[in-house]
């Protein structure tokens, strides 16, 4: 079996996190995300369909 490297680490973005106004992808209002991989608001998150991973209404 290979040796593993002990220094294998996640690169850094190159994208700063920046605040953005943004259409939530259930229900396509929008809403201030913290970061660009943040793309359904809180109101939705906190849905039932959300957490049973049902699709969006």
């Avoid at 996640?10 to 992808?25: F, G, I, T």
């Amino acid at each position: 079996m290979a040796s593993r490297r002990n220094d294998n680490k996640k690169p850094q973005s190159d994208r700063q996190n920046e605040q953005k106004d943004r259409p939530c992808l259930m229900c396509n209002k929008k809403f201030v995300s913290e970061h660009y991989g943040q793309r359904v608001c809180p109101t939705c998150k906190g849905t039932a369909a959300w957490r049973s991973g049902g699709e969006a209404a």
